[in-house]
């Protein structure tokens, strides 16, 4: 079982940053792919960024640019830095792992293995 715990969530204006972080525990870390999906008010939960275990980053449109991926193997943490933050940002944001593949930029809910329970972002304008 693979715990993920999410916390940097909070109140920001636009323009502004926030950065995220997810720790984990309960498997080898470094041996799957880690990521980060939002769920805003009314809407679905989608694909924002993702690292496989090589390294290799992935990201949805709306983020390239302003959003980076990283991971700590060594602190069992994944972090996102959120830069130039808009309010249509604002979301819950979720930590995933998945153990069976690296989706890259396709990755989608049903190929999560683990959730967080999510941390919450409100960008104001």
């Known amino acids: 079982q693979v715990q993920l715990v999410e916390s940097g969530g909070g109140l920001v204006q636009a323009g502004g940053s926030l950065r995220l972080s997810c720790a984990a525990s309960g498997r080898t870390f470094s041996s799957y792919t880690m990521g980060w999906f939002r769920q805003a008010p009314g809407k679905e939960r989608e694909f924002v960024t993702s690292?496989?275990?090589?390294?290799?980053?992935y990201y949805a449109d709306f983020v390239k640019g302003r959003f980076t991926i990283s991971r700590d193997n060594a602190q069992n943490t994944v972090y996102l830095q959120m830069n130039s933050l808009k309010p249509e940002d604002t979301a819950v944001y979720y930590c995933a792992a998945s153990f069976r593949q690296n989706y890259g930029s396709s990755w989608r809910t049903p190929g999560v293995d683990y959730w967080g329970k999510g941390t919450l972002v409100t960008v104001s304008s």
């Open positions: 690292m496989a275990w090589n390294g290799g980053t």
